[in-house]
T-cell receptor, first 114, second 112 residues
């Protein structure tokens, strides 16, 4: 049972343009969502998070949008840079009921072309 | 650099053997988490410790065990290893339960 899904295994964008990575979830108890970036041979790096009481959170070039009714979140990167090329993981937790365990999506490989 | 350290970086062993993976959390972090990333399963939560006590358990096999010591470092023990245990094992830490988790570089385990 895949509770967090990233339906696009890969995404390719031009430098300077917007990258939009999508994530869907099925567990309505999830109340905290995170995005991580991962380079090969390294651990996931925390990017940005959002609580279920918000619908948007912004940090520099990164913005996460949460649509609770659709059980959907997205990560926008503007402007995209070649150094952003990595695998991006969406993760979720149900802090009230399941503590802090993170449930991860399968990841999306982002390639930013110069 | 997340501040979370893991040793060893690589581990190659044989089926039936036992290994210990070590993790030191970021300074000040009380929670430690273990995750397994295999090719067919993605990143899966194994177990969480908070200030020395087990807090949550995920898809952790009975052959696996973990503990967190008074200095807050943690060890993951894997025994009776099978070929399918080959994976990347990540440790993460957070200040408190429910906040963002910071991951170490991982230990790549290869079981031959």
């Amino acid at each position: 049972d895949q509770q967090v899904k990233q339906n696009s295994p890969s995404l390719s964008v031009q430098e300077g343009r917007i990258s939009i990575l999508n994530c869907d979830y099925t567990n309505s108890m999830f109340d905290y969502f995170l995005w991580y970036k991962k380079y090969p041979a390294e651990g996931p790096t925390f990017l940005i998070s959002i609580s279920s009481i918000k619908d948007k959170n912004e940090d520099g070039r990164f913005t996460v949008f949460l649509n609770k009714s659709a059980k959907h979140l997205s990560l926008h990167i503007v402007p995209s840079q070649p150094g952003d090329s990595a695998v991006y993981f969406c993760a979720a937790s149900a802090r009230e009921t399941s503590g802090s365990r993170l449930t991860f999506g399968e990841g999306t490989q982002l390639t930013v072309n110069p | 650099d997340s501040g979370v350290t893991q040793t060893p970086k690589h581990l190659i062993t044989a089926t039936g053997q036992r290994v210990t993976l070590r993790c030191s959390p970021r300074s000040g972090d009380l929670s430690v988490y273990w995750y397994q990333q295999s090719l067919d399963q993605g990143l899966q939560f194994l177990i969480q410790y908070y200030n020395g006590e087990e807090r949550a358990k995920g898809n952790i096999l009975e052959r696996f065990s973990a503990q967190q010591f008074p200095d807050l470092h943690s060890e993951l023990n894997l025994s009776s290893l099978e070929l399918g245990d080959s994976a990347l094992y990540f440790c993460a830490s957070s200040v408190v339960t429910g906040s963002e988790q910071f991951f170490g570089p991982g230990t790549r385990l290869t079981v031959l």
